[in-house]
C-alpha cells in the first residue's frame, strides 16, 4: 500500500464522521487537517473535507484546529519586533459584492502610521484581484520570493505580502492540492480556506481585524480569536455582501477585547465617511483596480473608494488601540492618504522586491 494512503488512513474515522454532518473538537480537526496537508497527495481527502465542513458549517474549535494543522508546519519569524506593533489587515476574500482591494491599500496606510503589518495575500479566487495579483502585477514572484528577503522587508519597511505556504517546506503539499482545486480547476467556492487560511500568521500579532464574506461567522472567528489569546480584534461584514467595513449601507462588526466579545452595526456616518452608491466602490476589473489601488495611495483619487480604504485602514488603527474610535482612525487614515505616504511605503517595497519600473506604469 501507498505509504501517503497508509497515513491516511488513520484519519477515515474521522472524515466520516464529518461527512456525517457532526462538529469535531479542535484536536480532531487538527490530526485531520495536519494528515490531508502532509500527506493528500492527490487531493481526494482534500477535497471530501472541504465539502463536508463547509455543508455542514465550520466551528470554532474546527478552525482552531486548522490554524494549529497550519501551524505546525509553517515556519515562523522571530524579528524582534513589539508584539503591539504588528498586525495584517487581510481577511476572507469571497464577498459577493466585488470593490477594489480595500484591505490591501489599508495596508500601506497602517504601515506608514508606524506599524509592522505582516500581509498575508493569496491570488484570486472569487474576485477580479486577490492581493497577490496586486503584487504580481508590481513584479513580485512569490515562488521566488525567500523568508528571508520577507524578514529583511518587514524590519527595514515595515511591511510584506506574505503566501506563508509557499516559504514554508512543509506545507509543500498544501500549496501543491490548493493550486490544483483553486487555481487549475478554477473552483469558484468558498471553503474553509477562506474563513481560516489568513489568520495563521509567522509574524505574532495581538491586535488584528479581519473581514468576513457572511455575518454567520462573525461570532465564530470572534471566539477563535479569544481562544487564540488576541487582545483586540474586530471580524465584520457590510450588508451590501463586502468583507469590509462598508461606506455603503450598515456593516456589522463583531468586536473582541480579552474575554469580551460584543456585536454592533454601524453606518458610515458612525466611522467618519459619507454614505456612498453602491456604483461608486463598485470594482472596474482588474486594471482598473491596479490604477485605483495606486492613485488612492498617492492621495491622487479623492472620493468613495479612498474614502472605503480609510475606514478599514482606521478601523485597523482603532483595533490596534492607537486612537479611540473608528472614526478618529479614519480621520487618521485620511491625512496619511493625503500626503502620499502609503505610495512611498509601497515604492520601498517594490523596490526592494519587486520592479520600479512596472509600478511606475501606474
Do not use: W
Not at 86 to 106: C, H, L, Q, W, Y
Not at 178 to 207: D, G, Q, W
Not at 312 to 318: D, E, K, P, Q
Amino acid at each position: 500500500m501507498d505509504q501517503n494512503l497508509e497515513k491516511l488512513h488513520k484519519i477515515d474515522a474521522t472524515l466520516a464522521k464529518l461527512v456525517d454532518g457532526n462538529n469535531l473538537t479542535a484536536e480532531e480537526a487538527e490530526e485531520l487537517i495536519y494528515h490531508i496537508f502532509v500527506y493528500d497527495t492527490d487531493g481526494m481527502h482534500f477535497a471530501t473535507f472541504v465539502g463536508a465542513i463547509h455543508a455542514k458549517g465550520e466551528t470554532t474549535d474546527e478552525l482552531l484546529g486548522f490554524f494549529r494543522a497550519t501551524e505546525r508546519l509553517s515556519v515562523k519569524f522571530d524579528l524582534g519586533i513589539n508584539i503591539n506593533k504588528v498586525t495584517d489587515t487581510s481577511g476572507t476574500g469571497g464577498g459577493k459584492f466585488k470593490s477594489i482591494n480595500v484591505s490591501t491599500a489599508a495596508s500601506f496606510v497602517v504601515a506608514a502610521a508606524g506599524y509592522t503589518v505582516a500581509k498575508e495575500a493569496y491570488y484570486a479566487v472569487t474576485s477580479p484581484t486577490g492581493s497577490a495579483d496586486v503584487f504580481t502585477v508590481f513584479g513580485v514572484d512569490f515562488l521566488k520570493l525567500t523568508k528571508e528577503q520577507i524578514e529583511e522587508a518587514l524590519k527595514e519597511i515595515g511591511i510584506c505580502p506574505i503566501i506563508t505556504q509557499f516559504i514554508s517546506p512543509n506545507l509543500k503539499n498544501r500549496s501543491s492540492i490548493s493550486r490544483k482545486f483553486f487555481r487549475e480547476r478554477e473552483m469558484r467556492v468558498r471553503t474553509t480556506f477562506h474563513l481560516a487560511s489568513n489568520i495563521y500568521s509567522p509574524l505574532p500579532m495581538n491586535h488584528r481585524i479581519y473581514g468576513c464574506y457572511s455575518e454567520r461567522y462573525l461570532e465564530v472567528l470572534a471566539n477563535l480569536f479569544k481562544k487564540l489569546g488576541f487582545r483586540r480584534t474586530l471580524t465584520f461584514y457590510a450588508e451590501i455582501g463586502l468583507p469590509e467595513i462598508s461606506n455603503v449601507g450598515k456593516t456589522t462588526i463583531v468586536e473582541q477585547n480579552g474575554e469580551e466579545i460584543k456585536r454592533y452595526v454601524v453606518t458610515p456616518k458612525d466611522v467618519g465617511v459619507a454614505e456612498a452608491k453602491e456604483e461608486a466602490i463598485k470594482t472596474g476589473g482588474k486594471e482598473q483596480n491596479i490604477i485605483d489601488f495606486v492613485e488612492i495611495l498617492k492621495g491622487k483619487q479623492k472620493g468613495a473608494k479612498s474614502d472605503l480604504v480609510a475606514v478599514n485602514a482606521g478601523a485597523a488603527l482603532y483595533a490596534l488601540e492607537d486612537v479611540r474610535t473608528i472614526s478618529d482612525g479614519t480621520k487618521k487614515a485620511q491625512e496619511i492618504l493625503n500626503t502620499g505616504k502609503g505610495y512611498k511605503k509601497l515604492e520601498l517595497l517594490i523596490g526592494k522586491i519587486g520592479s520600479l519600473e512596472l509600478l511606475r506604469k501606474y
